[in-house]
């Protein structure tokens, strides 16, 4: 795991750096902000930041979302700076860790980082055939097609086949093709030269100068301009890349994992896709089924989503009691894993009894996977769903908006003015709930600090 370090808090992120490299991390380190964006920019890459606390956080996180750099931030800092902890979880850090550091929460963070890049969790067959498969062709450099509906897996099964790859000791670097615009795409994947555009104000190495050595995983390539398939067809085929504004080409060596919810074969007859560009790729076709069609490993996810926010939250760990399990496999999965998994972490949240039971598993938009469900349960997770029902025909006659912003704040003052554990309530991402919430601030809206509520309790 490549660990950055930016700023000094006086020698103690220092010893943070060796605790680190004792745990088996690779360790860089930038002095500013302007430093660490340089070292990202030079493709030399990351997987955690863990940044001093009294840096200015806010232009660093605003800096990583304008250049489309995806990695969590860490603050850091001394005991009795509070307030900074605050504002630096207001800006966008994942976590704050006191200073000194404590060893067992430097592993602790690493070992989440890791986790969180994806854990292949399986037990049924169809899923067990699809693992066989990618673990027989992991050791080759052929280029991957991962192929399933949206919330299947495709990018931690990307992640295994890389682990489990020759190249495992090199980055694996991820890049969502559908979340970039086109007109910034291929500066994103080729990089550029300084003054190649407007607002090209320093050189950027690209994804796949990143990740040379190891492995570029290319997230739903089927949004990929056409245009931009041709550079990429010639990136593949010959191995080397043109920077935007270069005036050489750069030799690369890289596995490419490329991944798509949709058919392929399709887009090619709608002139969407090169079919000289799904040849390259498809060489293995991985295609994970939906989570519907293996039903023995919802209760294996679900208990391991359910342990996973219990800690995250600290909370007791609970067991999914039988009437749980039953409607979990009752339910379609249109969303697959990531439905499941958000569908656990507000089950976490809501369980009060020594079981995770069926009332606590709710939908994102408050109501019951099973309405039959209230007239058989009591206690207050039914009187809860009561409530919300009663609330629901109070609906007719507001606007979208009016309803949407009451629901965000309400569930904002559930989780404390906790953002990421809203958004994961509301199924939404932690960037929509912050542009949300600022414009909400910004109408003059009071909105709940982490650790606070509008509601006085």
Not at 425 to 430: D, P, R, T
């Amino acid at each position: 795991m490549r660990l950055l370090i930016t700023g000094t808090l006086n020698g103690q992120l220092s010893q943070a750096t060796k605790i680190a490299l004792d745990r088996g991390a690779q360790v860089s380190h930038a002095e500013t902000i302007d430093m660490a964006l340089t070292h990202l920019r030079a493709g030399r890459g990351a997987d955690l930041m863990m940044v001093d606390v009294k840096l200015d956080i806010a232009k660093l996180i605003n800096a990583l979302e304008t250049e489309h750099i995806t990695l969590p931030v860490i603050a850091c800092g001394v005991e009795n700076d509070a307030r900074a902890a605050v504002n630096a979880i207001r800006a966008g850090a994942k976590e704050y860790i006191p200073l000194p550091p404590d060893p067992e929460i430097i592993a602790a963070v690493l070992e989440a980082v890791v986790r969180d890049q994806g854990t292949l969790i399986h037990r049924d067959p169809a899923m067990s055939n699809v693992v066989q498969l990618a673990n027989q062709i992991a050791p080759s450099d052929a280029s991957v097609l991962i192929t399933g509906e949206s919330g299947t897996g495709k990018e931690v099964l990307a992640r295994h086949v890389h682990a489990k790859s020759r190249r495992t000791s090199h980055p694996f670097v991820s890049v969502n093709c559908a979340a970039i615009p086109d007109n910034l795409l291929e500066s994103e994947l080729f990089g550029h030269e300084k003054g190649a555009f407007t607002g090209a104000v320093a050189r950027r190495i690209g994804k796949f100068e990143e990740a040379n050595g190891g492995t570029l995983l290319l997230d739903e390539i089927s949004e990929m301009d056409i245009r931009l398939q041709a550079k990429l067809l010639r990136a593949i085929q010959e191995r080397v890349i043109d920077r935007v504004g270069g005036a050489k080409p750069v030799p690369i060596d890289i596995r490419i994992i490329a991944t798509s919810n949709r058919n392929l074969a399709d887009e090619v007859r709608a002139g969407t896709f090169r079919e000289d560009l799904l040849y390259r790729l498809n060489v293995i076709n991985l295609q994970i089924p939906p989570l519907r069609e293996r039903p023995q490993d919802i209760d294996l996810l679900a208990a391991h989503f359910a342990d996973k926010y219990a800690q995250a939250n600290g909370l007791p760990q609970r067991k999914l009691s039988t009437s749980c399990s039953r409607h979990l496999h009752a339910n379609n999965w249109d969303g697959n894993v990531r439905e499941l998994e958000n569908t656990i972490h507000r089950a976490v949240l809501l369980a009060t009894g020594v079981e995770i039971g069926a009332e606590a598993l709710r939908l994102p938009d408050g109501s019951r996977m099973d309405q039959t469900i209230i007239g058989m349960a009591s206690g207050p997770a039914a009187q809860a769903v009561m409530a919300a029902e009663g609330v629901t025909r109070t609906l007719v006659g507001r606007t979208v908006s009016d309803v949407e912003q009451e629901l965000i704040l309400e569930t904002l003052d559930h989780c404390l003015g906790n953002r990421t554990h809203a958004a994961n309530i509301l199924g939404i991402s932690i960037r929509t709930l912050r542009n949300k919430l600022k414009q909400y601030s910004e109408d003059g809206v009071e909105i709940p600090l982490p650790g606070d509520s509008r509601i006085a309790s």
